[in-house]
């Protein structure tokens, strides 16, 4: 199971438009895809044509769910998305924190997924460092770091 990492330091710079666009390329080549989404702005679903007002995610029951794969949405063929979804502050600190503070928690959530035979995952961060792309570069196999040719992405 390969996994790609689509993070940035800066905002802005495609990251969730490049996850979409590599999932539905592996896609019709034939593999299966699943595109997570770990970013609080919930896009990702969006590029798979998941309605603004479908709230559906797995950030909000993470931490009282051991398996987060009843939270995939398929979203076509061999496309499948597993959405951050709306969740309350509460929420995303307790996820956080297990991220942070729990080193299988992330694993654990996964493991059905990540053990998919033939299954490509690709991961879709918010910018800068986070508990989920701390967590989740531990399992990668590759990071594409989108920038902007400005001079902060330079430096």
Known sequence: MPLICVCSPKGGVGKTTLTANLAYAFSRAGSKVLAIDFDVQNALRLHFGVPLSD???FVAKATETADWSQFVLTTGGN??????????????VAFEERLTHDEHFLTRGLSSLL??????????FPPGPS???????RLADLHLIPLMADTASLS
């Open 55 to 57: 709230t559906r995610g």
């Open 79 to 92: 496309l499948f998305v597993l959405p951050y979804g709306e969740a309350t502050e509460p929420q995303r």
């Open 115 to 124: 053990n998919y035979p033939g299954l490509i995952v690709i991961a879709d």
């Open 131 to 137: 508990p989920a792309l701390k967590a989740m570069s």
